[in-house]
């Protein structure tokens, strides 16, 4: 799947696994599914166009001993397909609707990244929600206003992270959800 115009992150010293290879039964595939549709090992992909961007979050979020760590860059329309279909049958078409844009698929353009903020000191992931919230807690400003101190916490990373990305020409993707951006330069911010 490798490309001239697509590299991998890990070699421009980015974190990331590929969400799809991991997390394939929770979502009703098989790796065959995942494999066949050209998502072959666990590292992520991406546009060059994003290496430098990236790497600037990345370095930004170091000042606070954060490191950026993309979940999921490239993903193929074959992947697309199969995903909706499962999605759909497991967890319906309205909410697989909400989650997915498949008239654009802006990963298969190799300009999209789902991310999240890892703790460099403890090497794991920062939580950014509660599982318990559900579909609705993925979406931009689900926590806000609400003032229990998970909550508050919450917010307070989401919005710190998509600060960081929005400066760098990354934009909130179309379903509106926290961790999804666009590498759209020249476009006006659109987080609020």
């Known amino acids: 799947m490798e490309t001239p115009d697509f590299v991998y992150l890990d070699e421009h010293g980015l974190l ?8 394939c039964t929770a979502h009703g595939l098989t790796q065959e599914d995942v494999t066949s549709a050209g998502v ?24 606070r001993g954060f490191r950026l760590y993309v979940k999921e860059g490239l993903r193929p329309e074959a992947l697309y397909r199969i995903v909706y279909d499962r999605r759909v049958e497991k967890f ?5 609707d909400s989650l997915l844009n498949m008239t654009d698929m802006p990963h298969a353009k190799g300009l999209s990244v789902d991310v999240t903020l890892w703790d ?12 318990e919230d559900g579909v609705p807690s993925l979406f931009v400003g689900f ?14 990373m989401q919005d710190y992270l998509a600060g960081i990305m929005l400066e760098r020409d ?18 006006p911010p659109n987080y609020v």
């Open 16 to 23: 990331g696994s590929n969400y799809y290879w991991h997390k």
């Open 40 to 63: 072959t090992n666990d590292r992520v992909l991406v546009h060059k166009d994003l290496i430098a961007p990236l790497q600037e979050v990345d370095q930004e979020l170091q000042k």
């Open 92 to 96: 319906g078409k309205e909410t697989t």
């Open 120 to 131: 460099a000191s403890s090497n794991t992931e920062v939580l950014m929600r509660r599982r």
């Open 143 to 156: 926590y806000r206003g609400k003032d229990d101190d998970d909550s508050r916490k919450y917010q307070e």
């Open 170 to 187: 990354f934009r909130i993707g179309t379903k509106n959800e926290f961790f999804h951006f666009d590498y759209r330069p020249g476009t």
